[in-house]
């Protein structure tokens, strides 16, 4: 059983920066894919960024460029850097975790609310 922590979030003004962090405790980290996921109100959750085991990143568009998914394996730790923020940013920002062979997450964290204004 993975059991995940979000730390980081807050508000921050148009164009500024957050880094979220994600720490892991059960199972053996550096076996899992990571992602950081996010809700605003209203909407279905997406999937922002994920980072596979072997250290592979990937983004929605909509942030890419502006946002980079690393991982610390000695840490059990996943962050999400979060430059030029913009107010569409705006929603609560989920870690989570799965093996490889999985389809979909299967361990997720409370979540941590980032807030943008403009």
């Known amino acids: 059983q993975v059991q995940l922590v979000e730390s980081g979030g807050g508000l921050v003004q148009a164009g500024g920066s957050l880094r979220l962090s994600c720490a892991a405790s059960g199972g053996i980290f550096r076996f899992n894919d990571m992602g950081w996921y996010r809700q605003a109100p209203g909407k279905q959750r997406e999937l922002v960024a994920t980072?596979?085991?072997?250290?592979?990143?990937s983004y929605v568009d909509s942030v890419k460029g502006r946002f980079t998914i690393s991982r610390d394996n000695a840490k059990k730790s996943v962050y999400l850097q979060m430059d030029s923020l913009k107010p569409e940013d705006t929603a609560v920002y989920y870690c989570?975790?799965?093996?490889?062979?999985?389809?979909?997450?299967?361990?997720w964290g409370q979540g941590t609310q980032v807030a943008v204004s403009s």
């Open positions: 989570a975790a799965k093996l490889p062979l999985r389809q979909t997450y299967e361990y």
């Open positions: 980072i596979t085991s072997g250290g592979t990143s």
